[in-house]
T-cell receptor
Framework: GENVEQHPSTLSVQEGDSAVIKCTYSDSASNYFPWYKQELGKGPQLIIDIRSNVGEKKDQRIAVTLNKTAKHFSLHITETQPEDSAVYFCAASFSGNTPLVFGKGTRLSVIA | ETGVTQTPRHLVMGMTNKKSLKCEQHLGHNAMYWYKQSAKKPLELMFVYNFKEQTENNSVPSRFSPECPNSSHLFLHLHTLQPEDSALYLC??????????????FGPGTRLTVL
């Protein structure tokens, strides 16, 4: 089955700097890669996703890149703000047919 | 209400109690999920329902019993739990495999403490 590794487990950045979180997956059949943000006391919320037919996707200050050959994908947050502080989870699945497999999460702290 | 709602938000129970967690989705989705979230562990998928039928049970102990009476409601019945079952229980929904999409939307979770 699919296995997703996520690094780092914790990340501290200064406000305004960029943050990068990386994930690797094991099943080459996986073709859907979402990222979730979980704030304290809330459930995870989908912030961006990418499918295997594209290599990069951007939405304002966040972007995700995918390298299918190496089987890894990354979340990039630019111009970080204190409200970006949260736990971020990556996940992978074969879209529509298998449940998501999640990484262990990265706790991001943005220091003002 | 919109999205995915869960009740109660917090629950404290003894090991001999019986309680139920409730999840409701207002998104018109056909698939619903139960996850367990413990500290320093990945989200653990427990059960999956598609069109009210259970399609996945990830070796969950029988002290957890799911029920899906319709595509909008999902329950998790709890009995004879152990302290190690204390965790955040998250419900999620998606359009389901027929739609070819797997975007999942999560509820806020129920924080369960077993004494």
């Amino acid at each position: 089955g699919e296995n997703v590794e996520q690094h780092p487990s914790t990340l501290s950045v200064q406000e305004g700097d960029s943050a990068v979180i990386k994930c690797t997956y094991s099943d080459s059949a996986s073709n859907y890669f979402p990222w979730y943000k979980q704030e304290l006391g809330k459930g995870p919320q989908l912030i961006i996703d990418i499918r295997s037919n594209v290599g990069e996707k951007k939405d304002q200050r966040i972007a995700v890149t995918l390298n299918k050959t190496a089987k890894h994908f990354s979340l990039h947050i630019t111009e970080t703000q204190p409200e970006d502080s949260a736990v971020y989870f990556c996940a992978a699945s074969f879209s529509g047919n298998t449940p998501l497999v999640f990484g262990k999460g990265t706790r991001l702290s943005v220091i003002a | 209400e919109t999205g995915v709602t869960q009740t109660p938000r917090h629950l404290v129970m003894g090991m001999t109690n019986k309680k139920s967690l409730k999840c409701e989705q207002h998104l018109g989705h056909n698939a619903m999920y139960w996850y367990k979230q413990s500290a320093k562990k990945p989200l653990e998928l427990m059960f999956v329902y598609n069109f009210k039928e259970q399609t996945e049970n990830n070796s969950v102990p029988s002290r957890f019993s799911p029920e899906c009476p319709n595509s909008s409601h999902l329950f998790l019945h709890l009995h004879t739990l152990q302290p190690e079952d204390s965790a955040l229980y998250l419900c999620a929904s998606s359009q389901g495999p027929v739609a070819g999409k797997n975007e999942q939307f999560f509820g806020p979770g129920t924080r369960l403490t077993v004494l």
